[in-house]
């Protein structure tokens, strides 16, 4: 019977077989993709098969940036524990995928994971994490990945040995010293405070109105008296404070000494000192994990699990 490429992907991303082994499994079994697993298993092909159905919701962030400034790769691979990610090979091979990103021209990561390997150009991106999941004796995963190329300049910034890290890309025509701590500053706030959007002019009209509808609700319970001016200063007033929390550039700047600064102002401040053009276009944030299901696990079962 014709064995489709689809059921041969499917079997590799089941079992991190080489495409061949996996269209010749299949072949064997008649298609049958169960049969086909353990066709490969019983072959010593399937390094990964047993470790597919685990939690990986731990691992790293890593970041990349090129000599010039001018681009960056951020990804973030996943483990099972805490203890592997904390492994000198694994932050190794994080940062080897890290680069390839920076090298590659894909947009998504199945067309990254096709890739050939740099380490070993015989082996997919896909077939390597394959083998450093059975190096390792983890399921690993590759979550994500995100690259910015630009005319002015990006910084990176990674927090608490990888459990965060933020792009922040700038367009400036200035490379100073100056302008690269401030929007080293910049990524450091998208660490700490979380926002959701670079300003208020991406934030989506129907997010607004349905804060609106939300708020008036509220505003009406609080205040059943009040007439609709004050019910509307009141909704207003409440969507412009939390836009000033989710918004990076309207949130307050976490070094100002004022504490009332912006980080648009602190910006401002910046530019016009280095009379140079400096604004903040985007970042991009991953903390890792995050919308993963996560594994309760002590430390000494982490400890007691390696060492099975």
């Known amino acids: 019977m014709a064995i489709s490429a689809k059921e041969v992907k499917e079997l590799r991303e ?8 996996c269209k010749k499994a299949l072949t064997e079994t008649d298609g049958d993709m169960d049969k086909a697993v353990e066709w490969l298993r019983e072959n010593g092909l399937a390094k ?19 000599e010039d400034g001018k681009k960056a790769a951020m990804v973030e691979v996943n ?8 492994n000198e090979k694994f932050q190794t091979y994080v940062t080897s ?3 390839q990103v920076l090298a590659s021209d894909v ?29 390792i004796g983890e399921k690993l995963s590759i979550r994500r990945f ?5 005319d002015g ?39 700490a405070m979380k926002p959701q959007y670079t300003s208020k002019d991406e934030v989506d009209q129907d997010y607004i109105e349905k804060e609106k509808e939300i708020l008036t609700q509220e505003a009406k319970n609080e205040k059943p008296d009040a007439n609709d001016k004050i019910i509307n200063g009141m909704v207003m007033g409440r969507i ?16 100002a000494e004022d504490g009332k600064q912006t980080v648009a102002k602190y910006i401002e401040e910046v530019a016009k000192a280095e009379g140079c053009k400096l604004a903040v276009k985007k970042f991009i944030r991953f903390e890792t994990g995050e919308g993963l299901e996560k594994k309760e696990e002590d430390f000494a079962a982490e400890v007691a699990a390696q060492m099975k």
């Open 48 to 66: 990964a098969a047993k470790k597919q159905s685990r939690i990986a919701a731990e691992g790293v962030v890593t970041t990349v940036v090129s």
């Open 79 to 86: 483990s099972e524990t805490d203890f592997v990610a904390k």
């Open 97 to 99: 995928v890290a680069n």
């Open 240 to 255: 412009n404070k939390e836009l000033k929390e989710i918004c990076l550039l309207d949130q307050v700047y976490v070094k």
């Open 107 to 135: 947009a998504d990561i199945d067309s990254f994971m096709e890739c050939p390997s740099e380490a070993d150009a015989s082996v997919t991106i896909a077939e390597e994490l394959a083998n450093m999941t059975a190096t």
């Open 14 to 21: 089941m079992t991190g077989a080489g495409m061949m082994d």
């Open 153 to 191: 300049m990006v910084v990176s910034y990674i927090h608490a040995g990888g459990k965060i890290g933020v792009l922040v890309e700038a367009d400036t025509d200035s490379s100073s010293d100056a302008v690269k701590e401030a929007l080293k500053n910049v990524a450091m706030q998208a660490a």
């Open 146 to 150: 995100e690259k910015v190329v630009t």
